[in-house]
């Protein structure tokens, strides 16, 4: 069975990040799956320069976002990242923004990164480098 890798990242609302009514915009949410998925790669490895410096691009082609409740200005959620293990040549990752006080759920969400090289050629099978990271971290399927 594979191993489960998740990070959390807290999350401080910037007053630039709310609308009128004191609301996280929702293109912000956006924003904080980036954060957390810079937060995951520099605890597992799997940044984005380490991607680019063997040779490939994680551009991202699906992203769904689940919105539950608001987050206002203020407040500190927490992010959490789960890595979901695929033996497709994909990143998988779920999300979920909780309320790090009491942990009612704000947003859920999940992303889809495929593999392409620098001449922007969509990869169809695992990089090596990928292969390796899934057996040092035991994510293969």
């Known amino acids: 069975m594979a191993k489960t890798l998740t990070t959390e990242k807290e999350l401080d609302i910037r007053f630039?990040?709310?609308?009128?009514?004191n609301v996280v915009w929702h293109?912000?949410?956006?924003?904080?799956?980036?954060?957390?998925?810079?937060?995951?790669?520099?605890?597992?490895?799997?940044?984005y320069m380490t991607i680019f410096n063997n040779g490939?691009?994680?551009?991202?082609?699906d992203m769904e976002f689940h919105w539950r409740r608001p987050i206002r200005y203020g407040m500190h959620p927490v992010?959490?990242?789960?890595?979901?293990?695929?033996?497709?040549?994909?990143?998988?990752?779920?999300?979920t923004i909780?309320?790090?006080?009491?942990?009612?759920?704000f947003a859920t969400g999940r992303s889809v990164q495929v593999f392409m090289d620098?001449?922007?050629?969509?990869?169809?099978?695992n990089p090596p480098f990928?292969?390796?990271?899934?057996?040092?971290?035991?994510?293969?399927?």
């Open 98 to 105: 909780r309320d790090s006080s009491d942990g009612t759920v």
């Open 16 to 21: 630039s990040e709310v609308d009128s009514m």
């Open 79 to 95: 992010i959490e990242i789960r890595y979901r293990p695929t033996e497709a040549a994909k990143i998988l990752f779920d999300y």
């Open 130 to 141: 990928y292969i390796e990271w899934k057996k040092r971290w035991e994510v293969c399927e």
């Open 56 to 61: 490939c691009f994680a551009p991202l082609v």
């Open 118 to 125: 620098h001449d922007y050629n969509l990869l169809w099978e």
């Open 27 to 47: 293109g912000s949410y956006m924003l904080y799956f980036e954060d957390a998925r810079e937060a995951f790669g520099e605890r597992f490895g799997l940044d």
